[in-house]
């Protein structure tokens, strides 16, 4: 590790969540997808690629069994305290690929308080310390290639386009899959208890069984792509 901080002082650090993905879709979705891209990343680029936090802010979603969420405050403490580590040792841009929209914005606070940290313990970074949050699943080339696969069907939660990169990773999955009612609903996101009611099966407004895993293939390597070329711009702008 030495060694690689003398070369590059970048990293990757891969951030999803453990929730409900509707009747179909794995539990693990968000990190499986946000791993993968980042491992691919991190191929393409050469930049090393931090193990999965595989645990997100997922609050509302602790209506269906299986989701293990962070409050915001836990989530802000562990991401402040990876991002700290990391800066310890050296690292001065911190690329972080997001495979959940519940995490931007606590993801956000924590590396503003990271930056406050990082100045206050008198690292060696000080404030050469750069964190940035990609969000894989809102870059354009994938938002566009979801559009033109899915159109409306894409929908918000348990989409086919994040269900398709894990099919394409975990052929077993492919067995799961089922045509569900067609019309999900769309709308707000508030407490577990309400989020169950308004979105009975777990989905909002997505049709999952529209995924392949040929689809997934292509998405991720859209995202890598994607990912790769902010990723260069972030570690050579100031
Ligand atoms: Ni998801």
Same mark, same amino acid.
Request: net charge neutral.
């Given at each position: 590790?030495?060694?690689?901080?003398?070369?590059?002082?970048?990293?990757?650090?891969?951030?999803?969540?453990?929730?409900?993905?509707?009747?179909?879709?794995?539990? %693990?979705?968000?990190?499986?997808?946000?791993?993968?891209?980042?491992?691919?990343?991190?191929?393409?680029?050469?930049?090393?690629?931090?193990?999965?936090?595989?645990?997100?802010?997922?609050?509302?979603?602790?209506?269906?069994? %299986?989701?293990?969420?962070?409050?915001?405050?836990?989530?802000?403490?562990?991401?402040?305290?990876?991002?700290?580590?990391?800066?310890?040792?050296?690292?001065?841009?911190?690329?972080?690929?997001?495979?959940?929209?519940?995490?931007?914005?606590?993801?956000?606070?924590?590396?503003?308080?990271?930056?406050?940290?990082?100045?206050?313990?008198?690292?060696?970074?000080?404030?050469?310390?750069?964190?940035?949050?990609?969000?894989?699943?809102?870059?354009?080339?994938?938002?566009?290639?979801?559009?033109?696969?899915?159109?409306?069907?894409?929908?918000?939660?348990?989409?086919?386009?994040?269900?398709?990169?894990?099919?394409?990773?975990?052929?077993?999955?492919?067995?799961?899959?089922?045509?569900?009612?067609?019309?999900?609903?769309?709308?707000?996101?508030?407490?577990?208890?309400?989020?169950?009611?308004?979105?009975?099966?777990?989905?909002?407004?997505?049709?999952?069984?529209?995924?392949?895993?040929?689809?997934?293939?292509?998405?991720?390597?859209?995202?890598?792509?994607?990912?790769?070329?902010?990723?260069?711009?972030?570690?050579?702008?100031?």
């Amino acid at each position: 590790m030495d060694e690689y901080l003398r070369l590059c002082k970048g990293i990757i650090l891969p951030i999803g969540s453990t929730e409900q993905h509707g009747p179909t879709g794995a539990i %693990g979705t968000d990190f499986l997808t946000a791993e993968a891209i980042a491992l691919e990343i991190g191929l393409l680029t050469g930049v090393l690629v931090a193990p999965a936090q595989c645990f997100g802010m997922a609050e509302h979603h602790l209506g269906f069994s %299986g989701t293990m969420s962070l409050q915001p405050q836990t989530l802000l403490a562990v991401l402040h305290d990876l991002v700290l580590s990391l800066a310890g040792h050296g690292f001065e841009r911190i690329y972080v690929v997001n495979g959940h929209g519940g995490n931007i914005a606590t993801a956000k606070a924590a590396f503003s308080k990271a930056y406050v940290t990082a100045v206050a313990r008198n690292l060696s970074v000080g404030s050469k310390l750069r964190c940035k949050l990609a969000n894989w699943f809102m870059a354009s080339e994938v938002f566009s290639e979801a559009q033109k696969l899915y159109g409306d069907s894409e929908g918000q939660h348990a989409t086919p386009s994040e269900i398709a990169v894990t099919l394409h990773l975990e052929p077993t999955l492919i067995a799961k899959q089922r045509q569900l009612p067609t019309s999900a609903p769309v709308g707000p996101i508030y407490s577990a208890q309400d989020f169950r009611l308004r979105y009975p099966d777990g989905r909002m407004g997505s049709d999952p069984y529209l995924a392949k895993p040929e689809h997934g293939k292509t998405l991720l390597k859209k995202a890598a792509f994607a990912l790769k070329e902010d990723l260069l711009n972030f570690f050579k702008a100031s």
